[in-house]
């Protein structure tokens, strides 16, 4: 219970973010990786959408290199300035990314609607529907058609998951994204105000070692006092016992001498 107790503070909650946002910063950069260099991905992607394209590998190349930037930041912040400062690149994170998704949609859309390469990918999965059958027709090359067959039924069949990851992906990078913008802005809140705590402790202990240098000491520390009065004493002495006291020491005194 203790151990489960420790791990749920804002501070190590403020660190799992970060482990998360690393992760996915590494992510990004080996998907902007496979744009920029591996043919599978971007051959056909460049064909069919190329303005979609560029943008695509422009923001994911900049948004990893971005979340990078912001786990250094966490990692580095001791005051609640650097705290204030990485919510706000989350926060220019989040704008991004809906300005993004919000223009890859509507132009994807309009690409769809009028564009020609849009045509060419309707007619290629009306050839991939009529080239099935015409791959099991085929006997003399069945040990070639076959597995042609199988990869395009798994494709078929594969394919919409990708979109549920890349959703899943996406909810979990918004609720990651919102969870660090709170957990940052709690922390330099309760930052600043440890600082504010720890200064007006250090004001307060100099102001009393400054009025304890100015109070005077000594015989005449109260001379100056005139209005406040002796305090009295606490066991006053009757008459005659001062001199009784005299008499027993003198008494002693002989006795020994």
């Not at 015409?134 to 494709?155: F, G, H, K, N, S």
């Not at 990708?162 to 930052?191: D, E, P, S």
């Not at 109070?215 to 009784?244: F, I, M, Q, T």
Request: charged share 20%; with cysteine; glycine share 6%.
């Amino acid at each position: 219970m203790g151990c489960a107790r420790g791990l749920c503070t804002a501070e190590k909650i403020f660190i799992f973010i970060n482990i998360a946002f690393a992760m996915y910063a590494g992510a990004l950069l080996a998907t902007a990786a496979r744009l920029a260099w591996d043919p599978s991905t971007y051959t056909w992607f460049r064909f069919l959408c190329a303005a979609q394209y560029r943008v695509s590998a422009a923001y994911v190349l900049l948004a990893g290199l971005w979340l990078i930037a912001l786990v250094y930041i966490a990692a580095a912040a001791r005051r609640a300035a650097c705290l204030h400062i990485y919510a706000g690149g989350v926060a220019c994170l989040a704008v991004s990314e809906v300005a993004y998704g919000a223009w890859m949609a509507a132009s994807l859309a309009a690409w769809w609607r009028s564009a020609p390469q849009a045509e060419l990918a309707r007619r290629a999965m009306d050839l991939v529907h009529d080239l099935k059958p015409a791959l099991l027709a085929v006997e003399r090359y069945r040990d070639i058609a076959r597995p042609i067959y199988d990869i395009i039924e798994e494709v078929e069949r594969e394919a919409p998951n990708n979109v549920v990851v890349i959703v899943i992906f996406g909810v979990v990078g918004m609720v990651l994204q919102i969870a660090a913008f709170v957990m940052a802005r709690r922390l330099a809140t309760r930052r600043r105000s440890g600082a504010e705590a720890a200064v007006g402790g250090h004001s307060a202990a100099s102001c009393s070692s400054v009025e304890m240098e100015k109070r005077p000491c000594g015989p005449g520390a109260n001379e100056d006092d005139s209005d406040v009065e002796p305090a009295p004493a606490l066991h006053p002495l009757p008459p005659g016992c001062r001199k009784n006291a005299n008499l027993r020491m003198y008494t002693i005194l002989d006795k020994i001498f």
